[in-house]
C-alpha cells in the first residue's frame, strides 16, 4: 500500500482471512503439505516482490509424495533423495524466490498420537525438501501458536490417515534365539 496505515491495514485483513480459513472444515480426505505448497508456488506471480507461502498444520502428509500414515516419519526421512528426485512434480528452485513461514509444524490434535520425539525429525524432511529440492529462498519451519492440549481437528466429513510412531516402551522385550 502507499503508507503504513494503509498497509496495516490489508495485513488484519489478510490475518483476519487466514484465521477464519483455518477454521473451515477440510473439503477432501486426505492431507497433502507438499503439494499445496507447490501449488502455491506455482500461482505465485514472478512480479511478486517479498513472495511467501504460510503453512499452518502438523505436517503430517496421508497422501502424495510423503504419505507419514503408510511409511512413517524415520522411513521417509531415509528416503527422502530418492522420494523428492524421483517425483514429476517437483521443480528444482520452483520457489527460489520464496520465504515459507511453517506454524505448529508438528503439531498434532486428536485422534492422532503425539509426536514431539519426531519434531526434529519432520523439521529436518521438510528444510530439505524447501531448501534442497524446491530452493525456497528463506525457511522458518518453528513458528508455535500454541495447539491446546485438548484441542480437536475441524469438524468434517473427512478424516486423514494417523500416523503411528514407533516407540519402545518400559517393559518391551525382543527374544533373541
Request: aromatic share 8%; proline share 2%; net charge negative.
Given at each position: 500500500?502507499?503508507?503504513?496505515?494503509?498497509?496495516?491495514?490489508?495485513?488484519?485483513k489478510?490475518?483476519?482471512?487466514?484465521?477464519?480459513?483455518?477454521?473451515?472444515p477440510?473439503?477432501?480426505?486426505?492431507?497433502?503439505?507438499?503439494?499445496?505448497?507447490?501449488?502455491?508456488?506455482?500461482?505465485?506471480?514472478?512480479?511478486?516482490?517479498?513472495?511467501?507461502?504460510?503453512?499452518?498444520?502438523?505436517?503430517?502428509?496421508?497422501?502424495?509424495?510423503?504419505?507419514?500414515?503408510?511409511?512413517?516419519?524415520?522411513?521417509?526421512n531415509?528416503?527422502?533423495e530418492?522420494?523428492?528426485?524421483?517425483?514429476?512434480?517437483?521443480?528444482?528452485?520452483?520457489?527460489?524466490?520464496?520465504?515459507?513461514?511453517?506454524?505448529?509444524?508438528?503439531?498434532?490434535?486428536?485422534?492422532?498420537?503425539?509426536?514431539?520425539?519426531?519434531?526434529?525429525?519432520?523439521?529436518?524432511?521438510?528444510?530439505?525438501?524447501?531448501?534442497?529440492?524446491?530452493?525456497?529462498?528463506?525457511?522458518d519451519?518453528?513458528?508455535k501458536?500454541?495447539?491446546?492440549?485438548?484441542?480437536?481437528?475441524?469438524?468434517?466429513?473427512?478424516?486423514?490417515?494417523?500416523?503411528?510412531?514407533?516407540?519402545?516402551?518400559?517393559?518391551?522385550?525382543?527374544?533373541?534365539?
Amino acid at each position: 500500500a502507499k503508507n503504513v496505515n494503509a498497509s496495516n491495514n490489508n495485513l488484519k485483513k489478510l490475518s483476519k482471512t487466514i484465521n477464519e480459513a483455518i477454521k473451515e472444515p477440510a473439503q477432501d480426505y486426505y492431507s497433502d503439505y507438499v503439494g499445496g505448497i507447490i501449488e502455491a508456488g506455482k500461482i505465485i506471480s514472478s512480479d511478486s516482490k517479498n513472495p511467501a507461502i504460510v503453512v499452518v498444520g502438523s505436517g503430517l502428509n496421508d497422501y502424495g509424495l510423503l504419505n507419514f500414515s503408510e511409511y512413517g516419519i524415520l522411513e521417509i526421512n531415509n528416503k527422502i533423495e530418492s522420494i523428492m528426485s524421483g517425483s514429476r512434480i517437483v521443480k528444482k528452485d520452483l520457489l527460489s524466490n520464496v520465504s515459507v513461514f511453517w506454524y505448529n509444524l508438528g503439531d498434532v490434535a486428536k485422534p492422532q498420537q503425539n509426536i514431539n520425539n519426531y519434531t526434529n525429525d519432520l523439521r529436518e524432511i521438510y528444510e530439505s525438501i524447501l531448501i534442497n529440492y524446491l530452493g525456497a529462498r528463506k525457511v522458518d519451519l518453528a513458528k508455535k501458536e500454541g495447539v491446546e492440549h485438548d484441542a480437536k481437528s475441524v469438524n468434517s466429513e473427512f478424516s486423514v490417515g494417523q500416523v503411528y510412531v514407533e516407540e519402545l516402551k518400559p517393559g518391551d522385550a525382543i527374544d533373541i534365539n
